[in-house]
């Protein structure tokens, strides 16, 4: 593939510092040319320095001050209302949008509408806008794919397939830290006992929803949206292991499968690089070892966020945007 020109929305989160340690693995394939962070001006300069990218944005007007005084030879744009514009450079070949909540929409969308190739990290923006974005992707030729793990599965699983013959879609969950815990237990955990995520190294946000498993039921939204599937199509399944991370099922009764250990950076590079592969430094399967693969049903008592997003699917195209304000 031809060098890529970058622009990272969230570079200090989880998912932006991965994005840049596969930058640096492949120096040759992108080159850095925005970042963005909401308050950690330090590691946002420390960025800066490395990458040397010509924009630079802080959505925290607090900390301008701090980040003009310490990195220099860069464009820097401050205020939340400013970071779209980041979304829309003229420079950027690729826009990886790894925003954590509703802040991550409107950069998706401008995107979008500005013909970008988008990474997407920020489920939010399918689960509140996704009819709305779903139209903006038929005016131009942006695209939009996936870096949820269980996402780019789907993906790579439906390369070279007819949507026409999809049975359904297999989406994996962990069941997170509460899979073993009776409902009365779960009356009293801590939040210290939710940050606790068995599997997955990602963002404080995203691993309290994984222990109420809400976001297992956004990222069933985001399927909706992204692969034009109705949500009787899509059936979550509990897998511990986290080792298949989503499973397709065809007409013909046969099912396929993405395997590979838990690290975001494979979905980061995936999106990053798609349609093409490159190599990563990551953790192999070894398949001489013997491994348990074990899956077991949603209890939807003990977790009813994953039925209510599935409800609102069925209630109207925007009522998932009133379910994530409510979460």
């Known amino acids: 593939m031809n060098k890529q020109k970058l622009a990272i929305l969230g570079s200090t989160g989880s ?23 909401h308050s950690n001006w330090e590691l946002l300069a420390q960025q800066v320095k490395e990458f040397t990218p010509s924009f630079a944005a802080i959505s925290n007007e607090d900390h301008l001050d701090d980040l003009k005084a310490t990195v220099s030879g860069v464009e820097i744009i401050s205020g939340s209302e400013n970071l779209p514009s980041i979304a829309t450079l003229d420079e950027a070949d690729i826009i990886l949008n790894s925003l954590v909540g509703f802040a991550g929409f409107e950069s998706t969308l401008e995107a979008i509408r500005s013909g970008k190739k988008v990474a997407l990290a920020n489920k939010e923006s399918l689960v509140v806008g996704g009819a709305l974005i779903n139209q903006e992707l038929q005016k131009t030729d942006a695209k939009l794919i996936p870096v949820d793990s269980e996402h780019s599965a789907m993906l790579q699983c439906l390369v070279g ?3 026409d013959d999809i049975e359904k879609i297999i989406i994996t969950a962990s069941g997170g830290p509460f899979r073993e815990f009776s409902k009365k237990q779960m009356e009293e955990v801590t939040v210290e006992q939710a940050l606790n995520h068995p599997n997955w190294n990602v963002g404080a946000k995203i691993t309290i929803d994984s222990s109420t498993m809400m976001n297992k039921g956004l990222e069933i939204i985001e399927a909706h949206w992204l692969f034009d599937i109705p949500v009787e199509k899509i059936e979550p399944v509990v897998h511990p292991q986290s080792i298949i991370h989503s499973m397709v099922t065809f007409i013909d009764g046969s099912s396929k499968a993405q395997l590979v250990l838990p690290d975001m950076k494979v979905p980061i590079i995936y999106a990053l690089s798609y349609p093409e592969r490159l190599d990563l430094e990551t953790p192999r399967m070894n398949w001489q070892e013997a491994q348990n693969l074990t899956f077991e049903p949603v209890d939807f008592e003990r977790f009813p966020c994953v039925k209510l997003a599935m409800d609102s699917l069925k209630e109207s195209d925007y009522a998932p945007a009133v379910l994530n304000a409510a979460n």
């Open 15 to 37: 998912i932006g510092t991965q994005a840049l340690d596969i930058v640096r693995q492949h120096p040759d394939k992108f080159e850095v040319i925005a970042l963005t962070a």
């Open 161 to 163: 397939e007819s949507m």
